[in-house]
Nanobody, 115 residues
Framework: QVQLVESGGGLVQPGGSLRLACAAS????????MRWYRQAPGKQREWVAS???????NYEDSVKGRFTISRDNAKNTVYLQMNSLKPEDTAVYYC?????????WGQGTQVTVSS
């Protein structure tokens, strides 16, 4: 079955960096686009970044220039490098893929940006 397992979250000071990872299994990883979403307390889940099978990337405006999504097809893993973190980046970050019109999600990893 499809499994997505996020890791790499934690507590970081404003201006700091974190690298999230999402290990995928149960589907042909190299054949599917991958996405990162986040959900802050009291807010709806929002899209953050996407990467296609050809590694074309797209970003939500507030993270452009600070976040970088990448993928390693040999490791079935997608990454989110987050730099210059701000308190408003605090959220649970989720990995996502869509297979046959079905959304699959990981369990999420908490990112807290605070001094």
């Amino acid at each position: 079955q499809v499994q997505l397992v996020e890791s790499g979250g934690g507590l970081v000071q404003p201006g700091g960096s974190l690298r999230l990872a999402c290990a995928a299994s149960g589907f042909p990883f190299s054949s599917d686009a991958m996405r990162w979403y986040r959900q802050a307390p009291g807010k709806q889940r929002e899209w953050v970044a996407s990467i296609t099978t050809d590694s074309v990337t797209n970003y939500e405006d507030s993270v452009k220039g600070r976040f970088t999504i990448s993928r390693d097809n040999a490791k079935n893993t997608v990454y989110l490098q987050m730099n210059s973190l701000k308190p408003e980046d605090t959220a649970v970050y989720y990995c996502n893929t869509v297979i046959m019109w079905n959304n699959f999600w990981g369990q999420g990893t908490q990112v807290t940006v605070s001094s």
